[in-house]
């Protein structure tokens, strides 16, 4: 999960199996392996598995974390209402 919009594209390269080039392997920030210690809030297809999250300064060096990413972005299952 990109943190990022230049982390996510980064990530999705390395998803994809692409190589990255040297200056976009620069601007990597940070690399970060998350772990649900209750894996049964995390939807079904991945529940267990790390989240990986990622991220990387644009080409003009600048950095832009979106924390909005983590709350919508998340593998989390979403609380039902209850009736």
Same mark, same amino acid.
């Given at each position: 999960?990109? $943190? ?9 390269? $390395?998803?994809?199996?692409? =190589?990255?080039? =040297?200056? /976009? ?5 940070? $690399?970060?392996?998350? /772990? ?9 297809? +991945?529940?267990? =598995?790390?989240?990986?999250? +990622?991220?990387?300064?644009?080409? =003009?060096?600048? $950095?832009?974390?979106?924390? #909005? ?8 299952? #979403? ?5």
């Amino acid at each position: 999960m990109g $943190l990022d919009a230049d982390g996510t594209r980064i990530g999705d390269r $390395l998803w994809n199996g692409d =190589e990255l080039d =040297e200056a /976009t392997a620069r601007r990597l920030v940070a $690399l970060y392996r998350l /772990t649900f210690r209750d894996p049964s809030v995390m939807v079904d297809d +991945i529940a267990g =598995e790390p989240v990986y999250l +990622i991220l990387a300064m644009t080409p =003009e060096l600048t $950095l832009r974390m979106k924390p #909005q990413n983590l709350v919508v972005g998340l593998p989390v299952r #979403q609380l039902e209402a209850v009736s």
